[in-house]
């Protein structure tokens, strides 16, 4: 059981001092907020386990018995309803070392008080937020594959996992623009919106050198509303990260990777695809049993659609002395972003637009540090 109660006006101070209240001329100059919303669960879970050989079965159900509603201006929206929503799970144990699972599970998802208040919020500058009290839940139904395996012999660990999920009912929003103003209002949506995520790492020791390679997939497809069109829009987004590192006890460690990067984005009827290439090294040295040397470089590359690539370099690098193991004060000397570097870029999108921002990082600084170990 959970309450949560929302308030909120727009108002603005004048030089003087003085307090001016707005009337919007949209929303039926509604401007404030005075929202309850309450909200109960009473539920009942059973699960079951069954095991046969190398298979073992773990079917679940739960009845929920739902309570919600939200009072604001003298209305009360209310509603009751019973759900049961199952649950699968099935595991097959090759050996100790290996397995292989999957995964089913039905959820319910409920908003909270902050979409459901029919007051104006204003969320920044540019993005204006009308919330809808009448807004239901939503069903996501979730399925997963986990493989597991290491091998003690010749130190291979391989792990791998692939997620599917779908939304029935999902909340979304009604975007309008208004020049650069962005006016949201929510609704449940009657189309499905679904993602796709898999993920694999493979990890192997050869003497003092691990290798790793890991992997990225994600695919999205959602439904928006801009300016009352509806459009869909896709999502492919891949990540490969090989790794080569050393793992010895006295002379000096490496770690060297690279990270490729695809994001591919289908938003109607525009395309945009960033590609980003990040080659990393990391050198950790432990000279005379007394100073510990580290420092770490890396170099990013982002394609840009409309010009020109972007780039910027990132180096940092410290030395600590520490006369024994057993001293209790150690120094250290740290430098960050030796390259004087002045701003990062990064690209990414979100339901209404992709972008590419680039935001300004701290100048070239040294710092002295002293420690002391109680």
């Given at each position: 059981?959970?309450?949560?109660?929302?308030?909120?006006n727009l108002?603005?101070?004048?030089?003087?001092d003085?307090?001016l209240?707005?009337?919007p001329?949209?929303n039926n100059?509604?401007?404030t907020?005075?929202t309850?919303?309450?909200f109960?669960?009473?539920?009942?879970?059973v699960?079951?386990?069954l095991?046969?050989?190398?298979?073992?079965?773990?079917?679940?159900l739960?009845?929920?018995?739902?309570r919600?509603?939200?009072t604001?201006?003298?209305?009360?929206?209310?509603?009751?309803?019973?759900?049961?929503?199952?649950?699968?799970?099935?595991?097959?144990q090759f050996?100790?070392s290996e397995s292989?699972t999957l995964r089913?599970r039905?959820q319910n998802?409920?908003?909270d008080?902050?979409?459901?208040a029919?007051g104006?919020?204003?969320?920044?500058?540019?993005s204006i937020?009308?919330?809808n009290?009448?807004?239901?839940?939503?069903?996501?139904?979730n399925?997963?594959l986990?493989?597991?395996s290491f091998?003690?012999?010749?130190?291979?660990?391989?792990?791998?996992?692939v997620?599917?999920s779908?939304?029935?009912d999902?909340?979304r929003?009604?975007?309008?623009f208004?020049?650069?103003?962005?006016t949201?209002?929510?609704f449940?949506s009657g189309?499905?919106d679904e993602?796709?995520t898999?993920f694999?790492r493979v990890?192997?020791?050869?003497?003092k050198?691990?290798?790793t390679?890991?992997?990225?997939f994600?695919?999205?497809k959602?439904n928006?509303f801009?300016?009352?069109?509806?459009?869909?829009?896709e999502s492919?987004?891949?990540?490969?990260?090989?790794e080569l590192?050393?793992?010895?006890r006295?002379a000096?460690?490496v770690?060297?990777?690279?990270?490729?990067?695809?994001?591919?984005n289908?938003?109607?009827?525009r395309?945009?695809k960033f590609?980003?290439?990040?080659p990393?090294?990391r050198?950790?040295?432990?000279?005379w049993k007394?100073?510990?040397?580290?420092?770490?470089y890396?170099?990013?590359r982002q394609?840009?659609p409309?010009?020109s690539p972007?780039?910027?370099e990132?180096?940092?690098?410290?030395?600590?002395?520490?006369?024994d193991?057993d001293a209790?004060w150690?120094y250290?000397i740290?430098?960050?972003?030796l390259?004087n570097?002045?701003?990062q870029v990064?690209n990414?999108?979100?339901?209404?637009s992709v972008?590419?921002?680039?935001?300004f990082?701290q100048?070239?600084?040294v710092?002295?540090?002293?420690?002391?170990?109680?």
């Amino acid at each position: 059981m959970s309450r949560q109660d929302f308030n909120s006006n727009l108002f603005q101070t004048l030089d003087d001092d003085s307090s001016l209240d707005p009337i919007p001329n949209f929303n039926n100059g509604l401007d404030t907020n005075d929202t309850q919303y309450n909200f109960s669960d009473y539920y009942l879970g059973v699960k079951y386990t069954l095991k046969s050989g190398i298979f073992t079965f773990t079917p679940g159900l739960s009845a929920h018995a739902y309570r919600y509603g939200n009072t604001q201006f003298g209305t009360n929206v209310q509603d009751n309803f019973s759900l049961v929503l199952p649950s699968f799970e099935t595991r097959i144990q090759f050996k100790k070392s290996e397995s292989l699972t999957l995964r089913y599970r039905m959820q319910n998802q409920f908003t909270d008080v902050t979409r459901l208040a029919s007051g104006i919020v204003l969320n920044n500058f540019n993005s204006i937020q009308i919330g809808n009290p009448e807004l239901q839940n939503a069903l996501t139904n979730n399925i997963s594959l986990f493989y597991r395996s290491f091998n003690l012999f010749n130190y291979t660990n391989v792990f791998a996992s692939v997620t599917y999920s779908n939304a029935i009912d999902q909340i979304r929003s009604l975007s309008n623009f208004e020049s650069v103003v962005r006016t949201n209002t929510f609704f449940n949506s009657g189309f499905t919106d679904e993602s796709v995520t898999a993920f694999g790492r493979v990890q192997r020791t050869f003497g003092k050198i691990r290798a790793t390679l890991n992997t990225r997939f994600n695919y999205s497809k959602f439904n928006q509303f801009i300016q009352g069109d509806r459009s869909v829009n896709e999502s492919f987004q891949q990540t490969y990260t090989p790794e080569l590192r050393t793992n010895f006890r006295e002379a000096p460690n490496v770690r060297v990777a690279y990270r490729y990067a695809v994001n591919d984005n289908q938003q109607g009827g525009r395309n945009t695809k960033f590609t980003t290439n990040a080659p990393s090294v990391r050198f950790d040295a432990y000279i005379w049993k007394k100073f510990t040397f580290l420092t770490d470089y890396s170099y990013n590359r982002q394609s840009n659609p409309n010009g020109s690539p972007q780039e910027f370099e990132i180096w940092n690098a410290s030395l600590s002395y520490r006369k024994d193991r057993d001293a209790k004060w150690e120094y250290e000397i740290k430098t960050t972003n030796l390259l004087n570097t002045k701003s990062q870029v990064q690209n990414g999108n979100n339901n209404v637009s992709v972008f590419a921002s680039e935001y300004f990082i701290q100048p070239r600084f040294v710092t002295f540090r002293l420690r002391y170990e109680i």
